[in-house]
């Protein structure tokens, strides 16, 4: 099996309306950066991968075939504070505040405009999740 690089096992791929303004979401609110980018014929975004962490996800503009999908996702960062903070001053909307959990991580709820929620959580101790 061959991955390319800076992509994993699985690869979130996100079909949304105006998906120019959700890229500018991932790269300033997330602090993502675009890697790649390809375009329909009509101007809209065909995909645009966008790089955040070690991860890569992918954006195309919703269609009739493919209408927009809303999702939840886990985001491990340096600092829970500052991230939350970034992604609230992009459009953002907190989810839950950040807080110390019980299972060793720091971690806010931010619901993005397009109806995502994203879990950004800062792990506190090295080691596993214990049950």
Do not use: K
């Amino acid at each position: 099996m061959h991955i390319p690089p800076g992509f994993n096992t699985i690869a979130p791929y996100f079909f949304v309306r105006n998906a120019e303004a959700f890229v500018g979401f991932l790269v300033q609110g997330l602090g993502g950066a675009e890697t790649c980018r390809t375009m329909r014929p009509d101007g809209g975004i065909a995909n645009v991968q966008v790089r955040i962490g070690d991860s890569t996800v992918m954006v195309s503009e919703a269609t009739g075939r493919y209408p927009p999908m809303c999702s939840a996702f886990y985001l491990y960062v340096d600092d829970a504070d500052a991230a939350m903070g970034r992604a609230l001053a992009h459009g953002a909307i907190e989810e839950m505040p950040v807080a110390d959990m019980p299972y060793g991580d720091r971690q806010g709820g931010a619901r993005d405009s397009h109806g995502n929620i994203w879990w950004i959580s800062q792990r506190l101790v090295a080691g596993p999740y214990e049950p």
